[in-house]
């Protein structure tokens, strides 16, 4: 069975530090690895990673992913109360671009 | 960008009745969407594959003839919740696939979250 897992489960944090989420995931014909940020509705995309090794940035936000080991970290550097969501990991695996959701980190950044 | 939306955004329903979601792609075509089911303050779990011109997919659990989906068109799927009952209160959310490339990322609607009284 695929399995996605995110740690932490919930993280709280003061504007302007820097956090460091996790993923790691053990599946079946891995595709690719999706970070998403939900904040009251659905997720909205972040990154998707294919190859081991390779930074993707997006402005404070940035991400990566190990082959080798299985798992992926998201970077919030800076962190505003606007990062505050639940940020989702998952892993496209198979055909027809089946994703396994990971159960989230929550994050909440506090003035 | 590309853009899912889903229609109705909150419904209440009495124990019983039928609801109807339905997703769009609204500048896309998509062959495939997905259905998932989110319970609070769980991850998003999925429960079909809905395919244009074919019978959806199910995932294990799911039973298909209570969630009924229909991919009548490119741009249009619909998930029924036949008979809902209170323990089917959740929030449903759709997602399609921007793009033809097995790559692409998956785009999802802003969700329906039901509520079965």
């Known amino acids: 069975e695929d399995k996605v897992v995110q740690s932490p489960l919930s993280l709280v944090v003061h504007e302007g530090d820097t956090v460091t989420l996790n993923c790691s995931y053990e599946?079946?014909?891995?595709?690719?690895l999706l970070w998403y940020k939900q904040e009251k509705k659905a997720p909205t995309f972040l990154f998707m990673l294919?190859?081991?090794?390779i930074e993707k940035k997006s402005g404070r936000l940035s991400s990566i992913l190990d082959k080798k080991e299985l798992f992926s970290i998201l970077n919030i550097t800076a962190t505003q109360t606007g990062d505050s969501a639940i940020y989702l990991c998952?892993?496209?695996?198979?055909?027809?671009?089946?994703?396994?959701f990971g159960t989230g980190t929550r994050l909440q950044v506090t003035l | 960008g590309a853009v899912v939306s889903q229609h109705p955004s909150r419904v209440i329903c009495k124990s019983g009745t039928s609801v109807k979601i339905e997703c769009r792609s609204l500048?896309?075509?998509?062959?495939?969407m997905f259905w998932y089911r989110q319970f609070p303050k769980q991850s998003l779990m999925l429960m079909a594959t809905?395919?244009?011109?074919?019978?959806?997919?199910?995932e294990q659990g799911v039973e298909k003839d209570k969630f009924l989906i229909n991919h009548a068109s490119l741009t249009l799927s619909t998930l029924t919740v036949t008979s809902a009952h209170p323990e089917d209160s959740s929030f449903y959310i759709c997602?399609?696939?921007?793009?033809?490339?097995?790559?692409?990322?998956?785009?999802f609607g802003n969700g329906t979250r039901l509520t079965v009284t």
């Open positions: 809905s395919n244009e011109g074919s019978k959806a997919t199910y």
């Open positions: 500048d896309f075509q998509a062959t495939t």
């Open positions: 599946v079946t014909n891995f595709r690719s």
């Open positions: 294919t190859s081991s090794g």
């Open positions: 997602s399609a696939r921007d793009g033809t490339g097995r790559y692409s990322p998956l785009h």
């Open positions: 998952a892993s496209n695996t198979g055909t027809a671009s089946k994703l396994t």
